[in-house]
């Protein structure tokens, strides 16, 4: 998740995506001499509850990042499940003396709950509420009174196939494959949401390229005259609720008055 709220110089909360979430699956085959490879299940057109299930393929690419093969313990080089032993390709690279670390194989998925922008959904997103309340700017629109604020996508699912090459190194029934299936929730702390166009709510001094409210707040006012502002925020995690305290330091302005 985004660290803690920046400096006047730095964009918004949610303006720099967090450091990439990294999960490494493994899968360990007991049988000596065979090889495991492990790597997304995508699922396949012709088998829809399959390819519905792993949802995180749709995921924006510039996003995510993922090996296209299996690695091994050392850097070990393994023969595939559909590599024939019999095959030039194994016996000229000597593929088919397997080494036992091919026995446990690794696939590792880095995914950042950020903006994307290279298509695809987006794990972050910016959006906005309609007209709640106040006169309608006179310039119109039916978004130009709204609250802009961040929220995540739903939860998306990953699955992951382990395969065996028992066939090809035996010669006799079929590999062995597993598929798990995992969900990725996206999830991140409150942020202070701001007004498109009413100052003092939630005021901000400007806004990012998602809307969002930006840099240090300074609020003007004249010396014994009243100012009124309104702090707002919001949770992009449904099942949570926000609560805005005032801290110690700098504590309260002397004749500050806090309402609900």
């Given at each position: 998740?985004?660290?803690?709220?920046?400096?006047?110089?730095?964009?918004?909360?949610?303006?720099t995506d967090p450091a990439p979430a990294k999960f490494k699956f493994r899968a360990i085959d007991a049988d000596l001499g065979e090889t495991v490879t492990v790597s997304p299940f995508?699922?396949?057109?012709?088998?829809p509850d399959y390819y519905a299930a792993s949802t995180l393929s749709q995921i924006d690419p510039s996003l995510s990042s993922f090996p296209s093969v299996t690695s091994y313990s050392g850097g070990a080089t393994c023969p595939m499940p559909w590599l024939d032993p019999g095959s030039a390709d194994a016996s000229s690279a000597g593929l088919w003396a397997s080494s036992p670390a091919c026995g446990t194989g690794e696939w590792e998925l880095s995914?950042?709950?950020?903006?994307?922008?290279?298509?695809?959904?987006?794990?972050?997103?910016?959006?906005?509420?309609?007209?709640?309340?106040?006169?309608?700017?006179?310039?119109?629109?039916?978004?130009?009174?709204?609250?802009?604020?961040?929220?995540?996508?739903?939860?998306?699912?990953?699955?992951v196939l382990a395969t065996d090459n028992q066939a090809t190194k035996w010669g006799r029934g079929l590999n062995n494959s597993q598929a798990r299936c995992h969900v990725a929730r996206f999830r991140g702390p409150p942020t202070f949401i701001a007004h498109q166009y009413r100052a003092l709510d939630s005021p901000f001094p400007r806004?990012?390229?998602?809307?969002?409210?930006?840099?240090?707040?300074?609020?003007?006012?004249?010396?014994?005259?009243p100012v009124r502002f309104t702090v707002r925020a919001r949770d992009p995690n449904p099942e949570d609720t926000v609560t805005i305290l005032m801290l110690e330091d700098p504590g309260y302005p002397s004749a500050l008055q806090v309402g609900r």
């Open positions: 998740s985004p660290a803690q709220p920046p400096p006047a110089d730095r964009p918004s909360q949610y303006g995508w699922g396949s057109s012709s088998v995914v950042r709950a950020g903006f994307g922008s290279g298509g695809g959904f987006s794990p972050l997103q910016a959006a906005s509420v309609p007209y709640i309340n106040g006169p309608v700017p006179p310039w119109g629109g039916i978004n130009e009174d709204g609250y802009y604020f961040a929220r995540f996508a739903s939860d998306a699912t990953l699955c806004r990012d390229a998602h809307s969002l409210g930006a840099g240090q707040p300074a609020i003007l006012a004249r010396v014994g005259a």
